[in-house]
């Protein structure tokens, strides 16, 4: 894969990137070993983001990535975040104080001197942004971290935060399921301040592979049986919606979740497709090489439009944090 651009500041990173969450915590049943050959098969395959979080276990994916990919560390760009102080019972703190603290123990989980790309996770509302992102802009100077990211953050803070420091990216929910970014004003700020996007669940979580059909399909402790969209109801209902982006992706010679990740690239975003197994790397990294057509993404549109998709992505809880 040729790198592409993140934003207006020099990063540039594989057009598909990796979200390694899974691995380590949320969805079920863990492998280590086939994790380890996975995240090495990606950067096999010229998939050198790799994104995590210190809430992804917590702790342990970071570690996980350190473990399987420590050798390659400069065939890669590392991407992760804060957010939550696991310390104090996993509170929100955007302060700079946790700030400091949130940076050396990512540093020393991953087992590397510099983070690539810097995220705050969730944007905490009793912490101003200009506090938060003048602390992250401090371990830039300090050569600990490079580029600076946000995570499901709304427009006005986006902008108050890149007159502190430079944004280099936004992490987001984008997928054919979850669009609100492309008409909530975030996508159109990103544009205009010249900061990247990057999508996390760019196949809505997994329901656009149209593999998950009923509960039954997930473990027992997999955490999207808490997310409205798996209701079974909820399941049932946007069935129709998933079959005619199958019906799509077959006139294509492609699987759903290609498509998906097709159209979140025609968006302007970078997608960071998450798998715990090297089949479906393979099959996801193969997107990178599909360009929709008008004709496509018109047909995408009116098989999954504005407002079609039954019930919310996340939680009342996880919404509440979203956009601030």
Same mark, same amino acid.
């Given at each position: 894969?040729?790198?592409?651009?993140?934003?207006?500041?020099?990063?540039?990173?594989?057009?598909?990137?990796?979200?390694?969450?899974?691995?380590?915590?949320?969805?079920?049943?863990?492998?280590?070993?086939?994790?380890?050959?996975?995240?090495?098969?990606?950067? #096999?395959?010229?998939? /050198?983001?790799?994104?995590?979080?210190?809430?992804?276990?917590?702790?342990?994916?970071?570690?996980?990535?350190?473990?399987?990919?420590?050798?390659?560390?400069?065939?890669?760009?590392?991407?992760?975040?804060?957010?939550?102080?696991?310390?104090?019972?996993? +509170?929100?703190?955007?302060?700079?104080? !946790?700030?400091?603290?949130?940076?050396?123990?990512?540093?020393?989980?991953?087992?590397? #001197?510099?983070? #690539?790309?810097?995220?705050?996770?969730?944007?905490?509302?009793?912490?101003?942004?200009?506090?938060?992102?003048?602390?992250?802009?401090?371990?830039?100077? *300090?050569?600990?971290?490079?580029?600076?990211?946000?995570?499901?953050?709304?427009?006005? /803070?986006?902008?108050? $935060? !890149?007159?502190?420091?430079?944004?280099?990216? +936004?992490?987001?929910?984008?997928?054919?399921?979850?669009?609100?970014?492309?008409?909530?004003?975030?996508?159109?700020?990103? #544009?205009?301040?010249?900061?990247?996007?990057?999508?996390?669940?760019?196949?809505?979580?997994?329901?656009?592979?149209?593999?998950?059909?009923?509960?039954?399909?997930?473990?027992?402790?997999?955490?999207?049986?808490?997310?409205?969209?798996? /209701?079974?109801?909820?399941?049932?209902?946007?069935?129709?919606?998933?079959?005619?982006?199958?019906?799509?992706?077959?006139?294509?010679?492609?699987?759903?979740?290609?498509?998906?990740?097709?159209?979140? $690239?025609?968006?302007?975003?970078?997608?960071?497709?998450?798998?715990?197994?090297?089949?479906?790397?393979?099959?996801?990294?193969?997107?990178?090489?599909?360009?929709?057509?008008? $004709?496509?993404?018109?047909?995408?549109?009116?098989?999954?439009?504005?407002?079609?998709?039954?019930?919310?992505?996340?939680?009342?809880?996880?919404? *509440?944090?979203?956009?601030?």
């Amino acid at each position: 894969m040729k790198d592409i651009s993140l934003g207006g500041q020099g990063l540039r990173v594989s057009p598909q990137g990796f979200g390694a969450m899974g691995m380590s915590a949320f969805y079920g049943a863990r492998d280590e070993t086939e994790a380890v050959a996975t995240l090495n098969r990606a950067v #096999d395959l010229g998939i /050198t983001h790799i994104d995590t979080a210190e809430a992804y276990g917590p702790y342990e994916n970071e570690k996980l990535i350190a473990r399987a990919l420590g050798r390659r560390r400069d065939e890669i760009t590392i991407a992760t975040k804060f957010a939550l102080d696991f310390d104090n019972g996993a +509170v929100m703190d955007g302060s700079p104080a !946790h700030v400091r603290r949130a940076v050396e123990r990512s540093l020393r989980h991953l087992g590397v #001197d510099t983070i #690539d790309l810097y995220y705050l996770h969730r944007v905490d509302p009793a912490v101003p942004i200009e506090e938060t992102v003048g602390a992250m802009a401090e371990q830039v100077a *300090a050569g600990k971290v490079r580029y600076l990211g946000l995570s499901e953050a709304g427009p006005e /803070t986006i902008r108050r $935060a !890149h007159t502190v420091h430079p944004i280099t990216a +936004v992490q987001s929910e984008l997928s054919l399921f979850a669009q609100d970014h492309l008409f909530n004003g975030v996508k159109r700020t990103l #544009d205009e301040l010249g900061i990247g996007l990057v999508a996390f669940s760019p196949i809505g979580r997994g329901l656009l592979t149209g593999a998950i059909r009923s509960l039954d399909d997930l473990d027992r402790d997999d955490a999207r049986r808490t997310l409205p969209w798996f /209701t079974p109801e909820n399941i049932e209902a946007n069935a129709p919606l998933v079959d005619g982006v199958r019906e799509i992706a077959e006139t294509r010679g492609a699987t759903p979740s290609q498509i998906s990740l097709a159209w979140v $690239a025609a968006q302007g975003a970078v997608p960071i497709p998450g798998t715990k197994r090297r089949r479906y790397l393979e099959e996801n990294a193969a997107a990178v090489e599909i360009e929709l057509t008008e $004709a496509e993404l018109r047909a995408l549109r009116e098989a999954v439009p504005d407002g079609a998709v039954s019930g919310a992505r996340d939680t009342p809880a996880g919404l *509440a944090r979203n956009n601030l």
